[in-house]
Protein backbone atom coordinates (compact mmCIF):
# COMPACT_ATOMS: atom_id res chain seq x y z
CA UNK A 1 0.00 0.00 0.00
CA UNK A 2 1.46 3.26 -0.85
CA UNK A 3 1.15 6.97 1.10
CA UNK A 4 -2.35 8.61 0.05
CA UNK A 5 -0.90 11.97 -0.01
CA UNK A 6 2.37 11.31 -2.25
CA UNK A 7 1.31 8.09 -3.46
CA UNK A 8 4.82 6.97 -3.32
CA UNK A 9 5.95 6.77 0.55
CA UNK A 10 5.87 4.04 2.57
CA UNK A 11 2.65 3.95 4.64
CA UNK A 12 3.29 3.79 8.33
CA UNK A 13 0.22 4.57 9.96
CA UNK A 14 -3.70 5.53 9.42
CA UNK A 15 -4.42 9.43 10.19
CA UNK A 16 -6.91 8.93 13.44
CA UNK A 17 -9.56 11.71 11.65
CA UNK A 18 -10.12 9.87 8.10
CA UNK A 19 -8.01 6.66 8.38
CA UNK A 20 -6.06 7.70 5.12
CA UNK A 21 -2.78 5.68 5.00
CA UNK A 22 0.29 8.07 5.16
CA UNK A 23 4.22 7.75 5.13
CA UNK A 24 6.27 8.87 7.15
CA UNK A 25 7.30 12.58 5.86
CA UNK A 26 3.64 13.00 4.70
CA UNK A 27 2.09 12.51 8.08
CA UNK A 28 4.82 15.22 9.29
CA UNK A 29 3.83 17.84 7.12
CA UNK A 30 -0.08 17.13 7.47
CA UNK A 31 0.17 17.26 10.96
CA UNK A 32 1.80 20.73 11.23
CA UNK A 33 -0.17 22.40 8.29
CA UNK A 34 -3.58 21.07 9.99
CA UNK A 35 -2.40 23.18 12.85
CA UNK A 36 -1.08 26.01 10.94
CA UNK A 37 -4.57 25.93 10.03
CA UNK A 38 -6.18 26.18 12.63
CA UNK A 39 -4.38 29.21 13.84
CA UNK A 40 -5.01 30.62 10.37
CA UNK A 41 -8.87 29.89 10.64
CA UNK A 42 -9.39 31.19 14.30
CA UNK A 43 -6.71 34.07 13.46
CA UNK A 44 -4.88 33.34 17.36
CA UNK A 45 -2.15 35.27 16.71
CA UNK A 46 -0.52 38.53 15.26
CA UNK A 47 2.34 39.57 13.08
CA UNK A 48 5.21 40.24 15.46
CA UNK A 49 3.13 39.40 18.72
CA UNK A 50 5.17 38.11 22.06
CA UNK A 51 3.74 34.37 22.12
CA UNK A 52 4.48 32.49 25.40
CA UNK A 53 4.48 28.86 25.07
CA UNK A 54 3.51 27.08 28.67
CA UNK A 55 6.36 24.24 28.63
CA UNK A 56 5.72 21.61 31.20
CA UNK A 57 8.52 19.37 29.07
CA UNK A 58 5.68 16.92 29.05
CA UNK A 59 4.78 15.62 25.19
CA UNK A 60 2.33 17.85 24.19
CA UNK A 61 3.85 20.85 25.02
CA UNK A 62 7.00 19.99 23.63
CA UNK A 63 5.49 19.10 20.22
CA UNK A 64 4.03 22.76 20.41
CA UNK A 65 7.28 24.03 20.82
CA UNK A 66 8.25 22.28 17.96
CA UNK A 67 5.79 22.99 15.55
CA UNK A 68 5.03 26.77 16.28
CA UNK A 69 8.73 26.82 16.08
CA UNK A 70 8.68 24.93 12.59
CA UNK A 71 5.56 26.72 10.95
CA UNK A 72 6.77 30.27 12.41
CA UNK A 73 9.71 30.23 10.22
CA UNK A 74 7.84 28.07 7.04
CA UNK A 75 5.13 30.56 6.71
CA UNK A 76 7.02 33.74 8.11
CA UNK A 77 4.57 34.76 10.90
CA UNK A 78 7.21 36.36 12.55
CA UNK A 79 6.18 35.82 15.96
CA UNK A 80 8.77 36.47 19.07
CA UNK A 81 8.22 32.81 20.98
CA UNK A 82 8.94 32.40 24.20
CA UNK A 83 8.78 29.47 26.47
CA UNK A 84 7.23 29.75 30.73
CA UNK A 85 7.60 27.01 32.70
CA UNK A 86 5.78 26.55 36.09
CA UNK A 87 7.64 24.78 38.84
CA UNK A 88 4.75 23.40 40.93
CA UNK A 89 7.85 21.53 43.15
CA UNK A 90 6.87 18.10 42.76
CA UNK A 91 9.72 16.22 43.66
CA UNK A 92 10.94 13.51 41.66
CA UNK A 93 8.71 14.95 38.62
CA UNK A 94 8.57 18.59 37.85
CA UNK A 95 12.33 18.83 38.47
CA UNK A 96 12.77 16.42 35.88
CA UNK A 97 10.33 17.66 33.25
CA UNK A 98 12.01 20.94 33.59
CA UNK A 99 15.24 20.00 32.73
CA UNK A 100 13.80 19.17 29.33
CA UNK A 101 12.50 22.49 29.07
CA UNK A 102 15.78 23.60 29.54
CA UNK A 103 17.29 21.52 26.84
CA UNK A 104 14.88 22.43 24.51
CA UNK A 105 14.95 26.25 25.46
CA UNK A 106 18.61 25.84 24.20
CA UNK A 107 17.53 23.49 21.03
CA UNK A 108 15.66 26.25 19.72
CA UNK A 109 16.83 29.15 21.12
CA UNK A 110 14.00 30.44 22.83
CA UNK A 111 14.08 32.42 26.50
CA UNK A 112 13.11 30.32 29.05
CA UNK A 113 11.28 31.79 32.24
CA UNK A 114 10.39 29.84 34.91
CA UNK A 115 8.00 31.05 37.48
CA UNK A 116 8.01 28.53 41.27
CA UNK A 117 4.49 27.70 43.30
CA UNK A 118 7.26 27.90 46.14
CA UNK A 119 8.40 31.67 45.83
CA UNK A 120 4.45 32.82 44.86
CA UNK A 121 2.11 31.35 47.01
CA UNK A 122 4.73 30.32 50.05
CA UNK A 123 3.88 26.41 49.24
CA UNK A 124 4.87 23.47 46.69
CA UNK A 125 2.54 21.59 45.62
CA UNK A 126 4.45 18.98 48.17
CA UNK A 127 4.16 21.13 50.79
CA UNK A 128 0.54 21.46 49.90
CA UNK A 129 -0.02 17.31 49.95
CA UNK A 130 1.30 17.24 52.90
CA UNK A 131 -1.60 20.17 54.10
CA UNK A 132 -4.27 18.43 52.07
CA UNK A 133 -3.53 14.87 52.69
CA UNK A 134 -2.63 11.71 50.51
CA UNK A 135 -6.19 10.84 49.44
CA UNK A 136 -7.97 14.14 48.79
CA UNK A 137 -6.83 15.30 44.73
CA UNK A 138 -4.81 18.43 45.00
CA UNK A 139 -5.18 19.29 40.65
CA UNK A 140 -7.38 21.83 42.42
CA UNK A 141 -4.64 23.77 44.01
CA UNK A 142 -2.48 22.59 41.06
CA UNK A 143 -4.63 23.98 38.45
CA UNK A 144 -5.74 27.14 40.05
CA UNK A 145 -2.20 28.40 41.14
CA UNK A 146 -0.89 27.28 37.78
CA UNK A 147 -3.25 29.50 35.70
CA UNK A 148 -1.74 32.32 38.32
CA UNK A 149 1.66 31.38 37.66
CA UNK A 150 1.41 31.65 33.78
CA UNK A 151 -0.45 35.13 34.21
CA UNK A 152 2.75 36.07 35.66
CA UNK A 153 5.03 34.40 33.74
CA UNK A 154 3.52 36.06 31.15
CA UNK A 155 3.85 39.34 32.86
CA UNK A 156 6.86 39.39 32.93
CA UNK A 157 8.04 38.12 29.76
CA UNK A 158 5.73 41.20 27.82
CA UNK A 159 3.64 38.59 26.30
CA UNK A 160 -0.29 39.29 26.12
CA UNK A 161 -1.12 35.44 25.02
CA UNK A 162 -0.17 32.33 25.17
CA UNK A 163 -0.26 29.08 23.78
CA UNK A 164 -0.85 25.70 25.63
CA UNK A 165 -0.29 22.23 24.58
CA UNK A 166 -3.86 20.97 25.23
CA UNK A 167 -5.06 18.69 22.74
CA UNK A 168 -8.45 17.42 21.42
CA UNK A 169 -8.15 14.35 23.83
CA UNK A 170 -7.30 16.76 26.75
CA UNK A 171 -10.31 18.97 25.37
CA UNK A 172 -12.84 15.45 25.68
CA UNK A 173 -12.04 14.64 28.85
CA UNK A 174 -12.36 17.73 30.49
CA UNK A 175 -15.62 18.05 28.72
CA UNK A 176 -16.95 14.65 30.34
CA UNK A 177 -15.12 15.79 33.18
CA UNK A 178 -17.74 18.49 33.63
CA UNK A 179 -20.51 16.59 32.83
CA UNK A 180 -19.49 13.88 35.29
CA UNK A 181 -19.53 16.34 37.92
CA UNK A 182 -23.00 18.47 36.68
CA UNK A 183 -20.41 21.60 36.12
CA UNK A 184 -22.51 22.23 32.97
CA UNK A 185 -21.34 26.33 33.46
CA UNK A 186 -17.47 25.78 32.25
CA UNK A 187 -19.10 23.54 28.83
CA UNK A 188 -18.50 26.51 26.62
CA UNK A 189 -14.96 27.45 27.76
CA UNK A 190 -13.69 24.03 27.47
CA UNK A 191 -13.90 23.68 23.44
CA UNK A 192 -12.77 26.99 23.11
CA UNK A 193 -9.88 27.61 20.84
CA UNK A 194 -8.90 30.99 22.50
CA UNK A 195 -10.27 32.17 26.14
CA UNK A 196 -9.42 34.72 28.48
CA UNK A 197 -10.10 38.03 26.42
CA UNK A 198 -13.75 37.05 25.19
CA UNK A 199 -15.67 40.03 27.41
CA UNK A 200 -17.25 43.02 25.98
CA UNK A 201 -15.75 46.22 25.66
CA UNK A 202 -18.30 47.61 28.86
CA UNK A 203 -16.74 44.86 30.65
CA UNK A 204 -13.12 45.67 29.77
CA UNK A 205 -13.59 49.58 30.45
CA UNK A 206 -14.96 48.46 34.08
CA UNK A 207 -12.42 46.30 34.76
CA UNK A 208 -9.36 48.48 33.80
CA UNK A 209 -11.27 51.53 35.63
CA UNK A 210 -11.31 49.29 39.09
CA UNK A 211 -7.33 48.86 37.93
CA UNK A 212 -7.11 52.63 38.38
CA UNK A 213 -7.64 52.00 42.39
CA UNK A 214 -6.70 49.19 43.04
CA UNK A 215 -3.38 49.25 45.12
CA UNK A 216 -1.50 46.41 43.45
CA UNK A 217 -2.54 47.06 40.30
CA UNK A 218 -2.43 51.03 39.52
CA UNK A 219 0.84 50.41 38.29
CA UNK A 220 -0.32 48.31 35.51
CA UNK A 221 -3.03 50.60 33.78
CA UNK A 222 -1.13 51.58 31.19
CA UNK A 223 1.28 49.14 30.53
CA UNK A 224 -1.51 45.78 29.69
CA UNK A 225 -4.58 46.16 27.77
CA UNK A 226 -6.06 43.01 29.75
CA UNK A 227 -6.44 42.87 33.70
CA UNK A 228 -4.29 40.01 35.21
CA UNK A 229 -6.61 36.94 34.62
CA UNK A 230 -7.62 37.14 31.16
CA UNK A 231 -4.31 36.52 29.73
CA UNK A 232 -5.97 34.83 26.36
CA UNK A 233 -5.11 31.38 26.34
CA UNK A 234 -5.14 29.62 23.06
CA UNK A 235 -5.02 25.73 21.84
CA UNK A 236 -3.34 25.48 18.66
CA UNK A 237 -3.37 21.51 19.08
CA UNK A 238 -7.55 21.36 19.54
CA UNK A 239 -8.02 19.37 16.89
CA UNK A 240 -4.87 17.35 16.94
CA UNK A 241 -5.52 13.88 18.48
CA UNK A 242 -3.18 12.75 21.27
CA UNK A 243 -1.94 9.48 19.78
CA UNK A 244 -0.69 11.95 16.58
CA UNK A 245 0.98 13.92 19.02
CA UNK A 246 2.71 10.84 20.07
CA UNK A 247 3.63 9.46 17.04
CA UNK A 248 4.95 12.89 15.43
CA UNK A 249 7.41 13.31 19.02
CA UNK A 250 8.84 10.09 18.26
CA UNK A 251 9.25 10.35 14.98
CA UNK A 252 11.32 13.15 15.39
CA UNK A 253 12.69 11.79 18.53
CA UNK A 254 12.27 15.17 20.21
CA UNK A 255 13.22 15.21 24.19
CA UNK A 256 10.42 15.30 26.63
CA UNK A 257 9.51 13.54 30.04
CA UNK A 258 6.58 10.79 29.54
CA UNK A 259 6.16 9.99 33.36
CA UNK A 260 3.27 10.55 34.95
CA UNK A 261 2.38 13.31 37.52
CA UNK A 262 2.81 11.95 41.39
CA UNK A 263 -0.61 13.06 41.93
CA UNK A 264 -2.36 12.18 38.87
CA UNK A 265 -3.97 8.67 40.76
CA UNK A 266 -6.13 10.57 42.49
CA UNK A 267 -7.54 13.47 40.78
CA UNK A 268 -11.08 12.90 38.97
CA UNK A 269 -10.32 13.65 35.31
CA UNK A 270 -8.24 9.97 35.81
CA UNK A 271 -12.13 8.22 35.46
CA UNK A 272 -12.86 10.58 32.79
CA UNK A 273 -9.84 9.30 30.77
CA UNK A 274 -10.10 5.77 31.30
CA UNK A 275 -14.22 6.27 30.17
CA UNK A 276 -12.29 7.65 26.59
CA UNK A 277 -9.91 5.10 26.48
CA UNK A 278 -12.42 2.12 26.77
CA UNK A 279 -14.94 4.63 24.32
CA UNK A 280 -11.91 5.00 21.96
CA UNK A 281 -11.45 1.35 21.55
CA UNK A 282 -14.49 1.13 19.80
CA UNK A 283 -14.44 4.08 18.00
CA UNK A 284 -11.58 6.27 17.15
CA UNK A 285 -13.90 9.30 16.14
CA UNK A 286 -15.41 9.53 19.58
CA UNK A 287 -12.88 12.13 20.67
CA UNK A 288 -13.92 14.77 17.48
CA UNK A 289 -17.35 13.95 18.00
CA UNK A 290 -17.45 14.84 22.10
CA UNK A 291 -15.60 17.79 20.96
CA UNK A 292 -17.46 18.91 18.24
CA UNK A 293 -20.99 18.13 20.44
CA UNK A 294 -19.07 20.63 23.30
CA UNK A 295 -18.49 23.21 21.05
CA UNK A 296 -21.99 23.15 19.86
CA UNK A 297 -23.91 23.39 23.42
CA UNK A 298 -24.79 26.62 24.96
CA UNK A 299 -26.53 26.43 28.21
CA UNK A 300 -29.89 28.12 28.54
CA UNK A 301 -29.42 31.42 30.54
CA UNK A 302 -31.22 30.37 33.59
CA UNK A 303 -28.80 27.91 33.72
CA UNK A 304 -25.46 29.21 33.20
CA UNK A 305 -23.53 29.18 36.91
CA UNK A 306 -21.89 32.07 38.11
CA UNK A 307 -18.47 31.25 37.53
CA UNK A 308 -18.93 30.33 33.90
CA UNK A 309 -20.95 34.38 33.85
CA UNK A 310 -18.58 36.60 32.93
CA UNK A 311 -20.70 40.16 33.55
CA UNK A 312 -19.87 39.71 37.15
CA UNK A 313 -16.32 39.87 36.69
CA UNK A 314 -14.81 42.48 39.20
CA UNK A 315 -10.92 42.46 40.25
CA UNK A 316 -9.75 40.25 43.55
CA UNK A 317 -9.91 42.27 46.69
CA UNK A 318 -6.83 41.02 47.64
CA UNK A 319 -3.99 40.28 44.12
CA UNK A 320 -6.21 42.17 41.64
CA UNK A 321 -6.57 39.28 39.35
CA UNK A 322 -9.63 38.67 37.80
CA UNK A 323 -12.44 37.02 39.66
CA UNK A 324 -16.13 36.11 40.19
CA UNK A 325 -16.15 36.70 43.84
CA UNK A 326 -14.62 39.31 46.13
CA UNK A 327 -11.28 36.74 46.80
CA UNK A 328 -9.93 35.02 43.51
CA UNK A 329 -10.04 31.18 43.78
CA UNK A 330 -6.36 31.39 44.60
CA UNK A 331 -6.70 33.56 46.96
CA UNK A 332 -9.40 31.62 48.43
CA UNK A 333 -7.45 28.02 48.30
CA UNK A 334 -3.96 30.19 49.88
CA UNK A 335 -6.50 31.01 52.95
CA UNK A 336 -7.41 27.79 53.33
CA UNK A 337 -4.17 25.64 53.38
CA UNK A 338 -2.63 28.29 55.59
CA UNK A 339 -5.57 27.98 57.96
CA UNK A 340 -5.24 24.01 57.50
CA UNK A 341 -1.31 24.17 57.98
CA UNK A 342 -0.52 23.82 61.52
CA UNK A 343 2.96 24.29 60.71
CA UNK A 344 2.50 27.97 59.17
CA UNK A 345 3.90 30.79 61.32
CA UNK A 346 1.95 33.44 60.31
CA UNK A 347 -0.34 34.40 56.97
CA UNK A 348 1.13 34.42 53.85
CA UNK A 349 -0.17 38.28 52.41
CA UNK A 350 -0.62 36.72 49.17
CA UNK A 351 -0.57 39.48 46.99
CA UNK A 352 2.90 40.66 48.57
CA UNK A 353 3.93 37.33 46.98
CA UNK A 354 2.44 38.40 43.47
CA UNK A 355 3.72 41.66 43.38
CA UNK A 356 7.23 40.82 44.73
CA UNK A 357 7.23 38.48 42.00
CA UNK A 358 6.36 40.62 39.48
CA UNK A 359 8.54 43.52 40.47
CA UNK A 360 11.82 41.58 41.03
CA UNK A 361 12.94 39.45 37.72
CA UNK A 362 13.41 36.11 38.41
CA UNK A 363 16.85 34.95 37.64
CA UNK A 364 15.98 32.97 34.05
CA UNK A 365 17.32 29.87 34.50
CA UNK A 366 18.13 29.70 30.20
CA UNK A 367 18.04 32.89 28.56
CA UNK A 368 19.44 31.73 24.49
CA UNK A 369 17.98 35.03 23.86
CA UNK A 370 16.36 33.50 20.45
N1 LIG B 1 4.27 23.31 34.78
C1 LIG B 1 3.87 23.88 33.65
N2 LIG B 1 4.52 24.94 33.15
C2 LIG B 1 4.14 25.55 32.01
N3 LIG B 1 3.08 25.13 31.29
C3 LIG B 1 2.39 24.09 31.74
C4 LIG B 1 2.73 23.40 32.94
N4 LIG B 1 1.86 22.39 33.12
C5 LIG B 1 1.01 22.45 32.10
N5 LIG B 1 1.31 23.45 31.25
C6 LIG B 1 0.65 23.83 30.00
O1 LIG B 1 -0.69 23.37 30.03
C7 LIG B 1 -0.88 22.36 29.02
C8 LIG B 1 -1.80 21.28 29.53
O2 LIG B 1 -1.19 20.69 30.63
P1 LIG B 1 -1.70 19.34 31.27
O3 LIG B 1 -0.80 18.99 32.38
O4 LIG B 1 -3.13 19.47 31.52
O5 LIG B 1 -1.63 18.33 30.04
P2 LIG B 1 -0.52 17.37 29.47
O6 LIG B 1 -1.27 16.63 28.41
O7 LIG B 1 0.17 16.54 30.50
O8 LIG B 1 0.55 18.36 28.76
P3 LIG B 1 2.10 18.13 28.54
O9 LIG B 1 2.23 16.83 27.81
O10 LIG B 1 2.56 19.30 27.74
O11 LIG B 1 2.71 18.09 29.93
C9 LIG B 1 0.52 21.86 28.69
O12 LIG B 1 0.60 21.30 27.41
C10 LIG B 1 1.34 23.13 28.82
O13 LIG B 1 1.21 23.95 27.68
Known amino acids: MKCAVCGTGRVILKRMKNQEPVC ?3 FLRCFEDE ?7 SNLFKKKEIVAIGASGGKDSTCLIHVLHTI ?13 AVDEGIAGYRNHSLNCVEENAKIYGLPLTIISFKELFGYTMDEINAVVGEKKSKCTHCGVF ?6 IGCEKIGAEIIALGHNADDIAETVLMNLFRGDVGRLERTCEIRSGSDITPDLLTKLQEEMKSHPAMVEYVDQRQYPFGLTPKVKPFKYAYQREIVLYVHYLQLKYFSVECTYAPVSFRGYARQFLLKSQAIDSSIIMNIVHSGERMKLMPQFANRAGDKSIMKLC ?8 QHLCQSC ?3 DQLIRDDPAHPQNIDCIARSAHV ?9 DTGG
Open 24 to 26: KEC
Open 35 to 41: VYEAIVQ
Open 72 to 84: NQRYQMELDLRLV
Open 146 to 151: RRKALD
Open 317 to 324: TRCGFVSS
Open 332 to 334: LLL
Open 358 to 366: LSNPLPDIE
